[in-house]
T-cell receptor
């Protein structure tokens, strides 16, 4: 089946630094990828839709200058959390659309900002 | 806007028991509904996808049903095993929107005790 690789699995950083998270579709091409964040015991909240070769579409309330998304190829999308602060600490998950309208998810990245 | 609710939030059962997880949605003109499994600190694994024209889908010990008129879906797990312990999420796309922009419920945390 389709595989989506996401890394790093976890990252700890100091407040004010930037963190990049990668999401790769390993055995299929994904023109569209999605980025979610999840707080403990809460559901996944869609942050943005990443389209290959064009600008990402952000959900209401998500700061595009804070969460930079780049989808430079059909197999790679990156999310950069710029000038991270403790309130950005969360679990971030990417997904890619595959065949038969199924979504395939990465394993997630736990971000902790000190 | 589609809203998805899952009941119960947590469920603990002894091994071998059959169980039902519930999912309700507000917009009955649903295109499809998916059930996912999430292990702690991990991404999501798609379990079953039910199209609006279908009433149920089965995969092994799992059976998912869809009743659009009542706005409900159920996930039935037969002969539960400790390995089934995880959070189960249901999700539906918005009416008229991208089929990939899913709205997720908060999930049901299932614990199967040996």
């Amino acid at each position: 089946g389709a595989v989506v690789s996401q890394h790093p699995s976890w990252v700890i950083c100091k407040s004010g630094t930037s963190v990049k998270i990668e999401c790769r579709s390993l055995d299929f091409q994904a023109t569209t990828m999605f980025w979610y964040r999840q707080f403990p015991k809460q559901s996944l909240m869609l942050m943005a839709t990443s389209n290959e070769g064009s600008k990402a579409t952000y959900e209401q309330g998500v700061e595009k200058d804070k969460f930079l998304i780049n989808h430079a190829s059909l197999t790679l999308s990156t999310l950069t959390v710029t000038s991270a602060h403790p309130e950005d600490s969360s679990f971030y998950i990417c997904s890619a659309s595959g065949q038969y309208e199924k979504l395939f998810f990465g394993s997630g990245t736990q971000l902790s900002v000190l | 806007k589609q809203e998805v609710t899952q009941i119960p939030a947590a469920l603990s059962v002894p091994e071998g028991e059959n169980l039902v997880l519930n999912c309700s949605f507000t917009d009955s003109a649903i295109y499809n509904l998916q059930w996912f499994r999430q292990d702690p600190g991990k991404g999501l694994t798609s379990l079953l996808l039910i199209q609006s024209s279908q009433r149920e889908q089965t995969s092994g010990r799992l059976n998912a049903s869809l009743d659009k008129s009542s706005g409900r879906s159920t996930l039935y797990i037969a002969a539960s095993q400790p390995g089934d312990s995880a959070t189960y999420l249901c999700a539906a796309p918005p009416l008229g929107g991208s089929n990939y922009k899913l709205t997720f419920g908060k999930g049901t945390l299932l614990t199967v005790n040996p």
